[in-house]
C-alpha cells in the first residue's frame, strides 16, 4: 500500500474519532443567535365517574426566558396565558373536562458575552460581600450544602486558595474530572442529592451543578442553579438541543458568573445557551397543576421543547489560542510519546478552556483525556498527553499519525508524527522523566533550550553535547537547576541572558540513545530529549542447515538463515555456496530481518568427503564486508557400485 494512501486512511480514522468534538454545526463562537423557542404543554383531565365535574383547572409554567446582560426577549406570543410572579399562567373555568393545551412561542436574542473577571477577588468571601444574597448560601434538600462530606471536599479543594475564580474552578474541575456523566434510569427520572452525587461520582448535568452548587454554598459562596436550553453535539442525544441546566456563582461588584460543569464552560456559557429560569434548587418544577373538581384526575405530559434558529451572527476569534508540539516527530514501534498543549490566554481577564486530544484508534491516550485548565489575563500555560504506539504494526509501512488538540468550542491545533521499524523508542519510564510536574509555571515559555551535537556517532567514538539555555522573559529566573543528564549545575539568569553547558558523550552502545535535558525553578520547568543514533558496522551470521551424511543418488537439502547481528543494516548483500562441481548464488538488497535460503543440490557427483563453501559479501557507507563459512557432507555408498562410482568422482575432483 503506498505511503500517502495510508496517510488518508489515517486522517478517516481520526476523523471518526473526532464525532464529538467535529460533528454538527459548530454555533459556539457566533457573536450572536436569533432562535424561536417554543415550548408546548398539555394535561389530560380524566373523569372517574359519570358525576364527574370541572369548576376550574390552573397550570404555572415556570420556564420563561430571563433577560440579563447576554440575553433579550425580542417577541413572545401567548397561548391564553398571563404572566406574573415569574411565571406565566394559565386558567380554565369552562368546565369541560377534556385535554388542554398551553405553551408559548418566543424569539430570544443570545450574546456571546461574559462577565469578565479581569481582577483577583479575595476569597473566602465577607458577609458585606454577600449582602442580599445570603439565601443562596442556605441549603436546600437536594442541594446539601450542610453535608458533612461535601464540606470536608470542598475545604479540601479551597485550602491554600484566596482567589474566588480559583476556587470556582477548582470545585467545578474536580466535579468534572470525577463525576461521570452517566444519563442511567435513576438520574433520569429525578435529580439526586448533592451527596448522593458524591458518594456515588455519577450523574447528569443536574447532578454535576447540583454538587458544585453544594461545594460553593457550603465554603459561604451564593451560587444558584440555572435551567434553561442549550446546543449539543453529543451523540448521547436524538436532538442537538437539549434541556439543561448549569450553575452561577455570585462574584462581588460583577454578579453571577456561570459554570457548566458537564459542557465544560467554566466563567461563562457559550451562545446557545437560553436561560429559562435562575433558581435555588435543580428539583424546583417547571409546572404547577392545580384543579378544582370532583371525580376527576389529572394526567401532566411532558414539556415538548422546539428550537429553530432565526439568524446567526458572525463568528469571532476565540479569547483562547492552541498551539501543541510533539516531543519526538519519528518513533519506532512499541514507543510512547509526548504531545504538549499550549495554551494562550488573549483576554485581559480570567479564562478557562476543556482540552481533549483527538488520534487515529491505533494510538493509544493514557490516562485522562479530558482536562479543563485555568488562565489568568494573558497567561500561557502548557499540558501534556502522553500516548502509546502498539509493536505490532506492519514493518513495511511509514505511518503518518495525525493529533487534533480541540477545545470545547472546537478552536483546534493539528499536527502529525510518523512511526516506523528501527526509530528511537521511548518507554514509559524514559517518558515520565519529560513530563512536566508542575503546569502551572507558566513562565516556562520564557525559557528557550537550544542544542549543538551530533546527530550520529560512530561506536565507541565521543563527542560534545553543547546547550543553550536563554532567558527571554523580563523577570530575573534565580536558582535553575540545570541537568544534561545526570550533570547537574545551578545558576542565576537574569532577563535576555544565555548560559552555556556541554556533556561529553561516548557511543558505548549501537543504536538510538537519548539525553534528558532538563531546566527548572520555582517558576519555570522545561524538559527536552536529545536523541542520537550510535552507528556500528553491520554484521551478520550464517547459520546452514544440512544432513551430516547423505546417501549416493539421493538429493542434498541445504537451508541457510542469515541473521542480523548488528544495529546497522547490511545492504546489497550476495550470497554464494559453492564447491569444486557446484554454485549457487542469491542477492538481497537488505537485511532487516532474518532470511532464509533454500535449495535442493540434485545429481551432484558425491565422494566420501563433500565440501562445501557458503560466501556472503555486503556493504555500507561503501565499505565491503566478507563473511564465510564451510561445511562438510559425508557421502554413503550402499551398494559396490555406488562405491565405484564415488572413487571415480574423487579422482575427476584431483584433474578439474
Known sequence: MPKSIFFILLLLL????????LSGENLYRYDELKTQVQIKGAFDLVPQDQAAKLKEAQVKLLLY???????????????????????????????????KKFGYTSVIETNNIKLKVNKKIPYPLSSEDIKGYESYTLPTPTIDSDNPKIIKKARELAQNQDDLFKVSFMLASWVESNVKYDLNSLTAQASQKASWVLDNKEGV????????????????????????????????????WQPHGWAEVYFPTIGWVPFDIAFGEFGYVDVTHITLREGFDATEPATKYEWLADQVKLNAHPLDFQINILKKGTPIPDEIQLEQEILQKDIGFGSYNLIKGIVKNKADSYAATTLQLAVPSEVEIQGRNRRTILLSPKEVRQTYWVIHIPATLSENYIYQFPSMIYSEK???????????????????????????QNEEKAYSRKIILDCNYPHELPLNQKATVQCTIKNSGSLNLQK????????????????????????????????????????????????NALTYLVTDDPNLEIIPQYPSSINYGENIPLTLTLNKKSFSVPKNLQVTIHSQRFEQKWELSTLEKPEQLTVNLENLPLTRDNAFT??????????????????HITGVALTFGDRIKMILNSIMTLFS
Open 14 to 21: 481520526l476523523t471518526s474519532s473526532l464525532t464529538l468534538a
Open 205 to 240: 448535568c443536574d447532578e454535576m451543578s447540583s454538587l458544585f452548587v453544594a461545594m460553593a454554598r457550603s465554603l459561604g459562596m451564593p451560587a444558584r442553579f440555572v435551567s434553561g436550553i442549550s446546543y449539543t453535539t453529543s451523540d448521547l442525544f436524538k436532538e442537538n
Open 480 to 527: 535553575i537547576n540545570i541537568c544534561l543528564n545526570k550533570v547537574c549545575e545551578i545558576i542565576d539568569l537574569p532577563s535576555g541572558q544565555t548560559k552555556t553547558t556541554s556533556l561529553t558523550i561516548l557511543g558505548e552502545t549501537a543504536g538510538w540513545q537519548k539525553i534528558i535535558l532538563s531546566a527548572e525553578n520555582d517558576m519555570v520547568e522545561q524538559k
Open 410 to 436: 472546537n478552536v483546534t491545533s493539528l499536527d502529525t508524527f510518523s512511526a516506523q521499524k528501527n526509530k528511537e523508542i521511548f518507554s514509559q519510564t524514559d517518558i515520565e522523566k519529560l513530563t512536566i
Open 614 to 631: 557458503i560466501l556472503v559479501t555486503w556493504q555500507d557507507s561503501g565499505k565491503t564486508y566478507t563473511s564465510t563459512k564451510e561445511i
Open 65 to 99: 426566558p430571563v433577560e440579563d446582560y447576554r440575553q433579550r426577549i425580542l417577541e413572545i406570543q401567548l397561548q391564553k396565558g398571563a404572566f406574573k410572579d415569574n411565571a406565566l399562567t394559565y386558567v380554565w373555568n369552562d368546565g369541560v373536562i377534556e385535554t
